[in-house]
């Protein structure tokens, strides 16, 4: 999938009210450079937050737009 394909999906899952752990967008968009593509798509004035979760015995940074459907 070529970058901009994958800014346009992750955004619309994000506008969603889906939430993104890096192993999320691996899974489902085939990045690995997630923070970059959050980058990209706040470039574009959408409002991504990040807050840190517990995932297994390990803490990563999960990705969503507060206030969006579901989040």
Known sequence: M???SQVREIKNHLL???KLTGLDALKLYGTLRLPSR???IKQ???AVV?????VGDKRV???FVEGSNGA
Do not use: A, P, R, S
């Open 2 to 4: 070529k970058t901009e």
């Open 16 to 18: 969603n009210g889906g």
């Open 38 to 40: 959050i980058w990209d």
């Open 44 to 46: 574009l004035g959408v």
């Open 50 to 54: 990040d807050e840190w979760v517990k």
């Open 61 to 63: 940074k999960q990705y």
